[in-house]
């Protein structure tokens, strides 16, 4: 069962709103969403626990070790947190996919993500599931750091508001329904 949900991004307002926060993005607006604030973990993160339901609790969690070491804080969390990789969720943007796309799977590969290489490498398994959203690949001549790391465009903004917002309902229904049921419903 689902219950920890990760979402990947770098600490900072300098990387705030930049296409690699986009896992940030969604764990903050399920936690407005739920009216929770976060607070600091026993480890290199900030969690804090969701009850939307008497039968239904779970944890978002945001890692403070910067993309690259996103591992790290996942394994702190899921230690001090006592969860295991069956209740990992982590939710993170993916250059490979048309913006706006959401792709949710099992497991697999970390795609060329260095968030989710890191995971993989600390936990030592590629068993866990992964949202992944859609920011589309850099512009040619652009370094794929420098595009991950930069703002979204104005004309994007609309993209994006949706994009958080299918999210936040993928990872809801997730919780209530499965991965399953969630794979049918969002992987268009």
């Known amino acids: 069962m689902l219950n920890l949900i990760v979402g990947l991004g770098n600490p900072g307002?300098?990387?705030?709103?930049?296409?690699?926060?986009?896992?940030?993005r969604v764990v903050d607006a399920l936690a407005g969403k739920n009216h929770q604030r976060f607070k600091p973990g026993k480890g290199d993160y900030l969690f804090c626990e969701i009850k939307p339901k008497e039968d239904i609790n779970f944890f978002l969690v945001k890692p403070l070790t910067y993309m690259n070491d996103s591992g790290v804080a996942v394994a702190e969390a899921l230690e001090h947190l006592n969860?295991?990789?069956?209740?990992?969720?982590?939710?993170?943007?993916?250059?490979?996919?048309?913006?706006g796309k959401l792709r949710i799977r099992k497991q697999g590969t970390d795609g060329?993500?260095?968030?989710?290489?890191?995971?993989?490498?600390?936990?030592?398994?590629?068993?866990?599931?992964?949202?992944?959203?859609?920011?589309?690949?850099?512009?040619e001549k652009m370094d794929l750091e420098d595009f991950v790391l930069r703002k979204f465009e104005a004309h994007e903004k609309q993209m994006v508001e949706s994009l958080i917002e299918k999210a936040c309902e993928s990872v809801e229904n997730m919780l209530i329904r499965g991965v399953g049921d969630s794979m049918s419903r969002f992987n268009l």
């Open 83 to 99: 969860r295991g990789r069956e209740n990992l969720l982590v939710v993170c943007d993916d250059v490979n996919l048309i913006a």
């Open 112 to 139: 060329g993500h260095k968030g989710l290489r890191s995971i993989i490498y600390r936990l030592n398994s590629t068993d866990f599931v992964r949202l992944r959203m859609g920011i589309g690949n850099s512009p």
């Open 13 to 24: 307002n300098k990387y705030k709103f930049t296409r690699h926060n986009l896992g940030f």
